[in-house]
Structure formats: structure tokens, C-alpha cells
Nanobody, 121 residues
């Protein structure tokens, strides 16, 4: 299993980024996927998840600003970050989600290496 995130960077408040996670080594189209983040000095926080049928879920703090999507032909899951705030600064990770798409990070077995998102003026 391999998950490789990309697309992070430095952006001003109110800006946008698109994170990508390229997956391999498992049947991506049959798998639920999630994004989580870890801010400096804080624990891992589940952010969003997407089922294989395209159903999506978000933590309350990012609803209306972040959008998760997937391209099964490319074995890639995306996280579109809009209206970014300084408190969104974190390392963002993608992961293969358990069948119930839990928001509990400790129940996830496979993670990528992460991509840094910094929101600052």
C-alpha cells in the first residue's frame, strides 16, 4: 500500500489549495478514503471522508470550505481547500478508511507521509 500526498504550500488567508493523494497497492475504487490533519502541538484530527459511491462527510469546522472528491480512474483522492484560515495550518494526511468511515484516526491503518499547508499573511 502506498499513499502519496502533494499540493501543500504557503497561502494567504482566504486563499485556496488543492491537495492530491495518489494511491496504489490496493483496490482504490472499492475503498473509502479520508483526510486528516495535525496542527502544530496538537493531535491528529479527522477532516473529511468519501465513500466509494462518492458520499462525502466533513468535520464541522471545514464544512462549506473544503471539498473532498475522488477519481477512480486515476486512483487519486483530492481535498480542495477554500477560504483558508490560519487555523487550517497543519500537515494534511490521506488514509484508507475503515468500512464505517470512522472519524477516529486511531482506527486507521494506512497513512501517507503528509503535505504541509501553511496559511499566513
Amino acid at each position: 500500500v502506498q499513499l502519496v500526498e502533494s499540493g501543500g504550500g504557503l497561502v494567504q488567508p482566504g486563499g485556496s489549495l488543492r491537495l492530491s493523494c495518489a494511491a496504489s497497492g490496493f483496490t482504490f475504487s472499492s475503498s473509502a478514503m479520508s483526510w486528516a490533519r495535525q496542527a502544530p502541538g496538537k493531535g491528529l484530527e479527522w477532516v473529511s471522508g468519501i465513500y466509494r459511491d462518492g458520499s462525502t462527510y466533513y468535520v464541522e469546522s471545514v464544512k462549506g470550505r473544503f471539498t473532498i472528491s475522488r477519481d477512480n480512474a486515476k486512483n487519486t483522492v483530492y481535498l480542495h481547500l477554500n477560504s483558508l484560515k490560519p487555523e487550517d495550518t497543519a500537515v494534511y494526511y490521506c488514509a484508507i478508511a475503515p468500512p464505517d468511515l470512522t472519524s477516529i484516526p486511531e482506527r486507521y491503518d494506512y497513512w501517507g507521509q503528509g503535505t504541509q499547508v501553511t496559511v499566513s499573511s
